[in-house]
Nanobody
Framework: QVQLVESGGGLVQAGGSLRLSCAAS????????MGWFRQAPGKEREFLGT????????YYADSVKGRFTFSRDNAKNTVYLEMTSLKAEDTAVYYC???????????????WGQGTQVIVSS
């Protein structure tokens, strides 16, 4: 079983930056892709993008291209989400997930973290 733990959330001023971390208990062939999602109050869970452990290939949803950046540190089994130019509408609970492919639907992933809350204030 792959266990995921997100961290780095908190309160940040609009226009600022924040880096989230997702630490995985292990990396396997069946969980090679790490997905990032977020869910704001009253809204459906939104797909942000993916990064692979093997090769570090990334895919970004159009809504976050240019502001969000994924990276990884295989030695630490950790992936990162760097967010810049934050806006109030970025306020949400952010989740990481692990799966066999770069799926863009939440119900296709096998493993999920507990989420970390990001609040962007004006």
């Amino acid at each position: 079983q792959v266990q995921l733990v997100e961290s780095g959330g908190g309160l940040v001023q609009a226009g600022g930056s924040l880096r989230l971390s997702c630490a995985a208990s292990e990396r396997t062939f069946s969980s090679n892709f790490m997905g990032w999602f977020r869910q704001a109050p009253g809204k459906e869970r939104e797909f942000l993008g993916t990064i692979s452990w093997s090769g570090g290939s990334t895919y970004y949803a159009d809504s976050v291209k240019g502001r969000f950046t994924f990276s990884r540190d295989n030695a630490k089994n950790t992936v990162y989400l760097e967010m810049t130019s934050l806006k109030a509408e970025d306020t949400a609970v952010y989740y990481c997930a692990a799966g066999r492919s770069s799926w863009n639907r939440w119900n296709m992933y096998d493993y999920w973290g507990q989420g970390t809350q990001v609040i962007v204030s004006s």
